[in-house]
């Protein structure tokens, strides 16, 4: 997968809690806050797509949860196929 360096400016106490889950997840913190982000992402896809389906009958909350829940599921067995990282 190919990567960008960016700049991104935190506040320290976000700062803080993204080291110590990186720490407590075993990687570096750059990685972790990618995933954190993705995650994000795929969460608030999750509640839009459960909203707009809800506005159509079709289906609720309970279903985006459980698409996100088997993307995480997906992505934490990819990043354990891939092994640890330095």
Do not use: N
């Not at 960008?4 to 750059?30: C, F, H, N």
């Not at 990685?31 to 809800?54: E, K």
Request: aromatic share 4%; net charge negative.
């Amino acid at each position: 997968m190919a990567t960008r360096k960016i700049t991104l400016t935190v506040d320290e106490a976000v700062l803080a809690d993204l080291q110590q889950g990186a720490a407590a997840a075993g990687m570096q913190l750059s990685p972790y806050f990618a995933r954190c982000a993705h995650s994000w992402m795929l969460y608030q896809d999750a509640i839009r797509s459960a909203a707009r389906d809800r506005s159509l009958g079709m289906h609720d909350l309970d279903v985006a949860e459980t698409e996100l829940a088997e993307l995480h599921a997906a992505d934490a067995d990819a990043e354990t196929r891939r092994g640890p990282r330095a």
